[in-house]
Each structure stands twice: as C-alpha cells, then as structure tokens.
C-alpha cells in the first residue's frame, strides 16, 4: 500500500519562505500525480496545486499563484511545493496527497486522491 509521507512545515514570520517535501517510501513515483492540500482549523481542505504524474503539467489554486511552486523529481521520488512570500492566511495543515494515473491527469478535487498523509503544520506568524 503506497504512503506518502510530508514534510518541512513549521514557523516563519509573514513574507518568509517555506519548502514541503512528499516522498513515498519504498515506493516509486513515477506513475502517480501529486496533490498538495491544505486546512485550516474550521474551514474544509482546499486543493493548493498538483503535478502530473510526468512533472510537465501543474495547477495552482487562485490563492497561491505566483507565490507556491510545485515541481516533481521522480530521480529523486519526491515532490516539493515552494511557498514563498508566506502570509498569515496561509497557515494550516498542508497534507500530500497521490492518485494513480495511466496518461497526465491535472485535478485538485481531494475526492480524486487515493493516498493521503499525515499533513504537516505550516505557521505563517510574526
């Protein structure tokens, strides 16, 4: 059973800059697309940006564009998501997220993931 593990989250003042990585142990990437979600405390998971399962083809939510990078090394098995000029609004539990995929898939639907991890807290706080 694949899992994917997160991890990086933690607290930086607004306007600073955070890396989130997700591996998969013993597993390989190659033919799954990555999801990057997040929650807030009160408020439902929303969809932050994904990759497909080839690294060529992403999505960003509205709120995030321009700021978050996602980019998928599969020599490496992991994909980052770089969030730079961080604000308060983005603190919360950023979850990593994989579905399977036979040809490029780009969603940010939670319901079209199949494996999720733990989440990591990422604090945005002066």
């Known amino acids: 059973q694949l899992q994917v593990v997160e991890s990086g989250g933690g607290l930086v003042q607004p306007g600073g800059s955070l890396r989130l990585s997700c591996g998969a142990p013993g597993f390989t990437l190659d033919y799954y697309g990555i999801g990057w979600f997040r929650q807030a405390p009160g408020q439902e998971r929303e969809g932050v940006s994904c990759?497909?399962?080839?690294?060529?083809?992403?999505k960003y939510a509205d709120s995030v564009k321009g700021r978050f990078f996602i980019s998928k090394d599969n020599a490496k098995n992991t994909v980052y998501l770089e969030m730079n000029s961080l604000k308060p609004e983005d603190t919360a539990v950023y979850y990593c997220?994989?579905?399977?995929?036979?040809?490029?898939?780009?969603?940010?639907?939670?319901?079209?993931?199949?494996?999720w991890g733990q989440g990591t807290q990422v604090t945005v706080s002066a």
């Open positions: 997220a994989a579905n399977y995929q036979s040809v490029d898939w780009v969603t940010l639907r939670p319901g079209d993931y199949d494996h």
């Open positions: 990759v497909t399962r080839s690294g060529t083809i992403t």
